[in-house]
């Protein structure tokens, strides 16, 4: 497969790496065989996050015997250097390695974590010390506030940005990306199928005809990201071997999309959801401090939209899920977190009113 060095680091990379959110669902059995199935097709870049839960320890599993195949990255959510240092340790401990290629300072998307991280005795010193430990070797960050973020790239401190960018989230590629590009700071891109959630809308019937599912396939969404000469490595999520393989495939074999097939696929995705803005599943907005399964609600909801025919089996999956959206107690924590800055309350509660009914 192509690589690419990110940005001015010695990490030269293939074009894909292995995302692990969603190993976080699976069993460690089965997250452990995608990872060294990801080694094994030669994919050499794994990054998690000391807030992925067990993901770090599945991955760990792989490395304490893989460890020199592979560029690894985590990164830290928490704001001050005290937190910081005690979550690289813990991500060194978990991953049975004694130090990361890349350590990154998570979702800095908003002013007052911005305000945290750079204060004396933030995030930010934290980091530094361990580079000068020989703990990390390289920075970054990541964000989904693409201003944000392009402030952060012209700082000149972070060797790698990590951000959202599909054919559904456009955003990125006007500025960001080649601003990055110019800086020599690498860039990684998350959610390159726009978390799956892609494969499951509807495409809406012409002229009173049915609705069809989503014709758009996971090849065409990998290759969109791709063609963008600025993306370094897409970091791909898959649930299983097979997913992993199908994702080395396409991305082995791609070709880059012209101007005009870009434009083609950019308007065929904005035909599949007019009016709604996505939830992609990222998890971001958890935990609820009711207890309340909200990323799973809102794709429950958000495919109930689309995919009308699924109703009896969302009404099911509805009464799976406890507690119930009753337990909300309006205190909008779950609003502030969400980079995609949606409405989540209101989605929950229309959830609650079209779901909540014997099946
Ligand atoms: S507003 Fe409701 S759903 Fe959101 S975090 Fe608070 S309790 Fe949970
Ligand atoms: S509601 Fe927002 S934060 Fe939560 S999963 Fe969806 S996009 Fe992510």
Redesign the pocket.
């Known amino acids: 497969m192509e690589k690419r060095r990110l940005g001015q680091t010695d990490m030269v990379v293939t074009r894909i790496g292995l995302g692990t959110i969603p190993i976080i669902k699976e069993s460690k059995w089965r997250a452990v065989r995608i990872i060294h199935k990801a080694l094994d097709l030669g994919i050499n870049f794994i990054d998690t996050a000391r807030a992925y839960e067990d993901s770090e320890e599945k991955i760990g599993e792989v490395m304490k015997t893989r460890r020199s195949e592979c560029f690894l990255a985590s990164k830290s959510h928490f704001r001050t250097a005290s937190e910081t240092t005690e979550a690289l340790e813990t991500s060194l401990r978990n991953l049975q390695t004694d130090y990361l290629d890349l350590y990154m300072l998570h979702d800095i998307s908003a002013q007052d974590r911005w305000d945290l991280v750079f204060a004396p005795n933030g995030a930010f010193e934290a980091v530094k010390k361990a580079q000068q430990q020989g703990k990390i070797r390289y920075i970054g960050v990541s964000g989904h506030n693409v201003p944000m973020l392009m402030d952060l790239a012209r700082m000149g401190e972070f060797s790698v940005i990590l951000t959202c960018y599909n054919f559904m989230t456009l955003e990125p590629e006007y500025e960001l990306i080649p601003l990055a590009q110019s800086k020599g700071v690498g860039v990684l891109v998350m959610k390159p199928n726009v978390g799956g959630v892609a494969f499951r809308l509807i495409r809406p019937g012409k002229d009173g005809q049915e609705p069809q599912p989503s014709d758009i396939k996971p090849r065409d969404t990998l290759r969109f990201v791709l063609s963008n000469p600025g993306v370094d490595c897409a970091l791909v999520g898959p649930k299983r071997v097979g997913e992993m393989v199908e994702n080395y495939r396409f991305a082995n074999r791609f070709e880059p999309m012209d101007e005009t097939e870009r434009q083609k696929f950019i308007e065929s995705g904005q035909s599949l959801f007019p009016k709604m803005p996505l939830c992609q599943d990222c998890g971001y907005?958890?935990?609820?401090?009711?207890?309340?399964p909200?990323a799973k609600l809102m794709v429950l909801y958000q495919n109930l939209c689309r995919l009308f025919f699924e109703w009896p089996r969302s009404r099911k999956e509805y009464h799976k899920l406890q507690p119930d959206?009753a337990?909300?107690?309006?205190?909008?924590?779950?609003?502030e977190?969400c980079p995609q800055k949606l409405n989540?309350?209101e989605r929950?509660r229309n959830a609650k009113k079209r779901l909540d009914h014997p099946v």
């Open positions: 907005c958890e935990p609820c401090p009711a207890g309340i909200i959206v337990a909300c107690t309006d205190c909008g924590a779950c609003e977190r989540i309350r929950l």
